[in-house]
DNA sequence: CGCGAGCTTGATGCCGATCAATGCATGTGG
DNA sequence: CCACATGCATTGATCGGCATCAAGCTCGCG
């Protein structure tokens, strides 16, 4: 579980500590009968170092604090639970503050789909809006925190905040650009290109996070990668093993060090060979 | 092109003239120096027979007269152009009125995907309130006509109006859920079960609008639809002789006339042999 | 009438699925 | 501490569905 890092913190494992962007921003808090102690848990997007990344992108100070009395709760979520279940009431958004989650849709006959995985500073739930249900599992692959948005509040906020608003549709129109995205992949790459995409969307993202481009740790499953990518699970670990064999990667489980990135990357586009 | 249509206009194709939903609801308007005429285009969700399908779900009179005021344009759109393409800058929304749609993303190498399929009632362009440009081209696959929805209005008019803002959401999250639905399809489905699953919505939307749930004309062609459903239209073409073969189909090039609704219903789930 | 875009159908081959066995890491209880 | 169980990953052998390549066919249209 141990990661090389350095004291300036190029990151690979979020849970081998608090760097300096990820730390849980405890919050001294006066509390009459027992003098100071320390708060975790005080939710605070105006705190938040996710902000940039998260609902509250461009907001001023005073939004901010608004936004403080509308997200009031956290939750937390064990690994292998779920947030939520296709069928269940939609009331709220989440967004993810820790750790990491797999959504999933799934058809009569058992066969599911993962459509995506979810990290810090990413909105969880979208698909629940236009039923007042969700449609879709969303499954923590690691113990994992989220901040509640209650739908409505959101909602009467927007109203009130353009900035808000006009943040939030970005994000559900941005969710509908990675699904074509998807689609594309799935629909017309090959195996190869197809894992060779998602080790470059998921490196991106991660060190968007402050994390290493070069080393992750993978928070799920062979077969949760081929359920996303259309492929079995033998087919990705095949595929995992050429990309070795070829030097793109140093693969040891769910280690992965990125040995050519610019090999990788060509391999999503066309320039083979 | 002729169809079968008796007078209570049970119809397979638009074009073959105007059922009781799909009229255009020419509006008799006094123009002070001719008297009465008739003008074909005016720009009225209030009068539209859309509404029920489209942006406007739920409105009240007052409201809708509101929107009439920012859906002030229409624009025609002849088979084979654009909408809109990678790259535009984005302004309004659109939502089809008359015509059909296909919406394409392409990589890099040029491959490209259809990414779905738009016909009265639905909305184009949220791709592009993201990144301020449309991420897909949007094409005409017969002679169109579409609403223009100034993005900009949108926005503060759903400030205004919940109901509005309300739909609005929805709208988005269902193109999430369908969304979802497509990579359930393309990462793991066999080609049977795509093209039935493919006819089983396309006959639904139609159905919705009026139109024959047991004959259709597609717009599209085979290759467009292997696009789609992430085949080659050799595939597409064997796939539909084998459902005529099957009994499920009558099909004459693009003219689909369904024979066994519930058996290419089971296709769709998990019920073969 | 003849052209061309789109559709159908056949023959062949390949990519990834499937089936099966082994390897590796972690955890548990004796 | 070892024996064993369990879950996940790797690797090999074989199979099958769909892609690919290659003719014809159909129909609308100039």
Redesign the interface.
């Known amino acids: 579980m141990s990661q090389k890092r350095g004291r300036e913190g190029i990151r690979v494992d979020p849970h081998a500590g608090g760097g300096p962007m990820m730390s849980d921003n405890p919050v001294k808090m006066e509390v009459p009968s027992q003098g100071i102690r320390l708060e975790p848990f005080k939710v605070a997007c105006s705190n938040c170092n996710l902000r940039e990344l998260c609902l509250p992108v461009g907001m001023s100070r005073d939004q901010l604090e608004r936004l403080d009395t509308m997200v009031a709760t956290r939750r937390t979520v064990a690994r292998g639970d779920t947030l939520f279940r296709v069928g269940d009431a939609f009331s709220s958004l989440y967004a993810v503050r820790t750790g990491f989650f797999k959504?999933c849709?799934?058809?009569?006959?058992?066969?599911?789909?993962v459509?995506g995985f979810q990290m810090a500073g990413e909105l969880l739930g979208?698909?629940?809006?236009?039923?007042e249900r969700h449609?879709?599992d969303s499954i923590a692959l690691e113990d994992s925190q989220v901040c509640v948005i209650p739908y409505q509040d959101l909602?009467t906020l927007?109203?009130?905040f353009?900035d808000l608003?006009?943040q939030f549709?970005?994000?559900?129109?941005?969710?509908?650009?990675r699904?074509?995205?998807?689609?594309?992949l799935?629909?017309?790459?090959r195996a190869e290109e197809r894992l060779a995409a998602f080790l470059v969307n998921l490196t991106q993202r991660l060190k968007t996070r402050g994390f290493s481009e070069s080393a992750l740790i993978l928070r799920m499953t062979r077969e949760e990668i081929g359920?996303?990518?259309?492929l079995k699970l033998e087919t990705v670990s095949r595929t995992f093993s050429k990309f070795q064999d070829d030097g793109l990667l140093e693969v040891k489980q769910r280690h992965i060090r990125i040995l050519d990135a610019a090999g990788l990357q060509s391999l999503?586009?066309?320039?083979p060979c």
């Open positions: 959504s849709v799934s058809s009569e006959d058992g066969r599911d789909q459509t979208l698909d629940g809006i236009g039923s449609t879709c909602e927007s109203r009130e353009s608003q006009r549709h970005r994000i559900m129109s941005r969710e509908i650009v699904d074509h995205g998807v689609m594309l799935l629909g017309s790459m359920s996303y990518l259309g999503v586009n066309g320039t």
